[in-house]
């Protein structure tokens, strides 16, 4: 049996209590059920598709990628699964880690090796946040390989949470309504982007992620400080929600909702056009007091 197809085994090692066996077949099923409504909701998987997913080593792309192995053995429809995950050549950076892991799922992977740790390096002052410009070497890296392999569709491990995130972080940095889609075109059009986990909540992949051990590989190898304005909207929302709970899901939810009426984008509504039809025959009455 694969890794994959045995999570449950691999879940209650370490736990063995009914209560605890119970709690996690309850999440996994919240996780699968969650993870299942998006795909659907946004057409983000079809017959034949080849979806490349892309493991960074950290717990979402670990959780993404053992459930989507797990939603393709009960899924009605054929599609192909092939992992590919960067070496960036950060110091310490455990080699062995994901091909001794990725060995066991049962599914075509690569470990594409490229040192943009000392491209990133040379070009950032020190002190400085290097992840804007390491993610886009990354992307870049990671979608020249998707061409290369004929993928349909690139899977990347963002949640809920993350996408909460980037709404706040393009509203009080950037001045713009938007938050990071479920499916997307590239830029240059060549390459469709999924997340199948957006709507899980970043507290269960995290004790999804715990519960079934993955190997995790932490983002700090590099030294340098996970991207500071995300850590202070990361803040904000955790106050609001322990203030407020539910509000996270609330601001979720509203991302599915919205009213392009009630906003200000002249391109999205068109306010020009806003008239009512009055008939013309009807003048002002000659009296002030109108008795309705
Ligand atoms: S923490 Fe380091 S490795 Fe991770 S994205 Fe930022 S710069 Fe890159």
Same mark, same amino acid.
């Given at each position: 049996?694969?890794?994959a @197809?045995?999570?449950?085994?691999?879940?209650?090692?370490?736990?063995?209590?009914?209560?605890?066996?119970?709690e $996690?077949?309850?999440?996994?099923?919240?996780?699968?059920?969650?993870?299942?409504?998006?795909?659907?909701? $946004?057409?983000?998987?079809?017959?034949?598709? =080849?979806?490349?997913?892309?493991?960074?080593?950290?717990?979402d792309?670990?959780?993404? +990628?053992?459930?989507?192995i797990?939603?393709?053995?009960?899924?009605?429809? @054929?599609?192909e699964?092939?992992?590919?995950?960067?070496?960036?050549?950060?110091?310490?950076?455990?080699?062995?880690?994901?091909?001794?892991?990725?060995e066991?799922?049962?599914?075509?992977?690569?470990?594409?090796?490229?040192?943009?740790?000392?491209?990133? %390096?040379?070009?950032?002052?020190?002190?400085?946040?290097?992840?804007?410009?390491?993610?886009?070497?990354?992307?870049?890296?990671?979608?020249?390989?998707?061409?290369?392999?004929?993928?349909?569709?690139?899977?990347?491990?963002?949640? %809920?949470?993350?996408?909460?995130?980037?709404?706040?972080?393009?509203?009080?940095?950037?001045?713009? +309504?938007?938050?990071?889609?479920?499916?997307?075109?590239?830029?240059?059009?060549?390459?469709?982007?999924? =997340?199948?986990?957006?709507?899980? =909540?970043?507290?269960?992949?995290?004790?999804?992620?715990?519960?079934m051990?993955?190997?995790?590989?932490?983002?700090?190898?590099?030294?340098?400080?996970e991207?500071?304005? %995300?850590?202070?909207?990361?803040?904000?929302?955790? @106050?609001?929600? =322990?203030?407020?709970?539910? %509000?996270?899901?609330t601001? $979720?939810?509203?991302?599915?909702?919205?009213?392009?009426?009630?906003? +200000?984008?002249?391109?999205?509504?068109?306010?020009?056009?806003?008239?009512?039809?009055? @008939?013309?025959?009807?003048?002002?009455?000659?009296?002030?007091?109108?008795? +309705?």
């Amino acid at each position: 049996m694969s890794q994959a @197809d045995n999570g449950e085994a691999h879940a209650t090692h370490g736990r063995d209590t009914r209560k605890d066996r119970l709690e $996690f077949n309850k999440l996994r099923k919240r996780v699968r059920r969650q993870m299942g409504k998006a795909i659907a909701d $946004f057409s983000m998987i079809e017959a034949g598709d =080849r979806i490349m997913v892309c493991i960074s080593g950290g717990k979402d792309s670990h959780a993404m +990628l053992e459930l989507l192995i797990s939603l393709r053995s009960s899924a009605p429809i @054929d599609f192909e699964i092939v992992a590919v995950t960067l070496d960036q050549k950060q110091p310490g950076y455990p080699e062995d880690v994901l091909p001794d892991y990725l060995e066991t799922l049962g599914v075509p992977f690569y470990i594409l090796e490229k040192d943009t740790y000392s491209v990133v %390096r040379s070009i950032i002052p020190e002190g400085k946040t290097t992840c804007g410009l390491c993610s886009r070497l990354r992307r870049g890296t990671l979608y020249g390989f998707a061409e290369q392999i004929g993928a349909t569709k690139i899977a990347l491990g963002h949640h %809920r949470d993350d996408i909460v995130e980037t709404l706040f972080l393009n509203l009080f940095f950037g001045g713009k +309504l938007k938050a990071m889609p479920p499916k997307l075109k590239s830029d240059d059009g060549r390459h469709v982007v999924i =997340r199948p986990l957006a709507y899980c =909540r970043e507290s269960d992949i995290a004790e999804y992620a715990r519960a079934m051990q993955f190997p995790i590989i932490p983002c700090n190898l590099c030294g340098t400080q996970e991207n500071l304005q %995300r850590q202070e909207i990361k803040g904000m929302l955790t @106050d609001w929600e =322990r203030q407020y709970p539910g %509000r996270t899901e609330t601001i $979720f939810r509203a991302l599915g909702n919205v009213a392009p009426s009630h906003l +200000l984008d002249q391109s999205l509504f068109d306010f020009q056009g806003l008239k009512v039809e009055v @008939d013309d025959s009807l003048g002002l009455p000659d009296i002030r007091v109108v008795n +309705l």
